[in-house]
């Protein structure tokens, strides 16, 4: 790739910025080969006429900054524009070779399409449990909402049909749910599935696990998993959290600050299953679904999550140093 004059001006004197320091970190810790063979197959040989398709590996590295920085597509073609960094990290030359937010799309269509989202999850999975990063012993479970619009003011006049509505303490929310398995040990995800926010998380546990677990961890959403007809063969233990209310029924004192110890135990081993979530929520702002329908925003989920594990680990993967936040 070629620098325009602009791009190359001061590049070795002046400090780096986070983002740059960011970007060098996860341009050594992604799998690039690997995805790139996975998506290659799929790739069109062929351009519009009289013009060649951007390089596999420049739309490759645009949806992935798109995701790192929750950018829509008309963003993030203007994103490329304004910042010298991205184009580089994209190996994009100078800004007549920046692809139009159409092209953007329809390279997320292809990955849609060929339901690649969880094939790149997997490969990023396996290229981490190659460097012994994801040991795949116990498993915990757990799911979040994400919120989807409640508006009817568009032109179907009415909500997504896929998402739903449910209670959680005295609040509604409206969206959908992404149930997530996470390593005991590294609280990276091995499974991801995603429903409409009003399904039960213990109906999806057992979509969750490897079926190797020695250990099963759950919040009290899960009270009744060991249960189910899908776990029954599990040779597992199940760790699930108590209801409060039954803890607030002990009657012996004693006893009720003998469950709450063990409580807190089982609470500091899930505490795990939270850091995903806090990366996808907080790291790359994905507060609310982009697009409708439960298909779509479940392969953004997947990638998502692939970028999370990467980013968990990004220090122990990349020879570059310092800490540093988004």
């Known amino acids: 790739m070629q620098l325009t004059f602009g791009d190359a001006e001061d590049l070795g004197q002046r400090k780096r910025t986070r983002r740059e320091v960011f970007l060098a970190?996860?341009?050594?810790?992604?799998?690039?080969?690997?995805?790139?063979?996975?998506?290659?197959?799929?790739?069109?040989?062929?351009?519009?006429?009289?013009?060649?398709?951007?390089?596999?590996?420049?739309?490759?590295?645009?949806?992935?900054?798109?995701?790192?920085?929750?950018?829509?597509?008309?963003?993030?073609?203007?994103?490329?524009?304004?910042?010298?960094?991205?184009?580089?990290?994209?190996?994009?030359?100078?800004?007549?070779?920046?692809?139009?937010?159409?092209?953007?799309?329809?390279?997320?269509?292809?990955?849609?399409?060929?339901?690649?989202?969880?094939?790149?999850?997997e490969r990023v999975n396996a290229h981490l449990m190659r460097r012994g990063l994801s040991l795949r012993a116990g498993t915990i479970v757990d799911a979040t909402i994400i919120a989807a619009p409640s508006s009817t003011k568009n032109a179907e006049g009415a909500r997504d049909p896929e998402m739903h509505q449910t209670k959680k303490g005295n609040q509604w929310h409206f969206g959908m749910k992404a149930h997530i398995g996470v390593d005991e040990f590294s609280g990276l995800v091995h499974h991801v599935e995603c429903t409409a926010a009003n399904v039960a998380d213990v109906t999806q546990a057992h979509r969750l696990l490897h079926g190797r677990e020695d250990t099963i961890c759950g919040d009290s959403g899960y009270t009744g998993v060991d249960r189910r007809e899908e776990l029954r063969g599990a040779d597992a233990a199940f760790l699930i959290a108590e209801k409060p209310s039954r803890l607030r029924a002990m009657k012996s004192a004693r006893d009720r600050r003998r469950w709450l110890r063990w409580e807190q135990h089982k609470?500091?081993?899930?505490?795990?299953?939270?850091?995903?979530?806090?990366?996808?929520?907080?790291?790359?702002?994905?507060?609310?679904?982009?697009?409708?329908?439960?298909?779509?925003?479940?392969?953004?989920?997947?990638?998502?999550?692939?970028?999370?594990n990467l980013w968990m680990v990004r220090r122990r993967l990349s020879p570059v140093a310092g800490n540093v936040r988004l």
């Open 25 to 121: 970190e996860m341009e050594q810790g992604v799998p690039w080969k690997a995805l790139l063979a996975l998506i290659e197959p799929h790739y069109p040989k062929t351009g519009r006429p009289g013009r060649q398709p951007y390089a596999l590996e420049t739309m490759l590295r645009i949806h992935f900054l798109q995701q790192w920085y929750a950018l829509s597509d008309p963003a993030m073609e203007e994103a490329l524009y304004d910042t010298a960094v991205m184009r580089r990290f994209a190996r994009i030359g100078g800004l007549s070779d920046i692809p139009d937010e159409t092209t953007i799309l329809n390279f997320r269509r292809l990955l849609e399409t060929h339901g690649l989202a969880r094939s790149i999850f």
């Open 267 to 308: 609470a500091s081993v899930r505490a795990k299953v939270e850091h995903p979530f806090r990366v996808v929520k907080r790291q790359f702002g994905y507060a609310k679904v982009r697009y409708r329908g439960l298909l779509k925003n479940a392969q953004q989920m997947l990638v998502l999550f692939a970028l999370s």
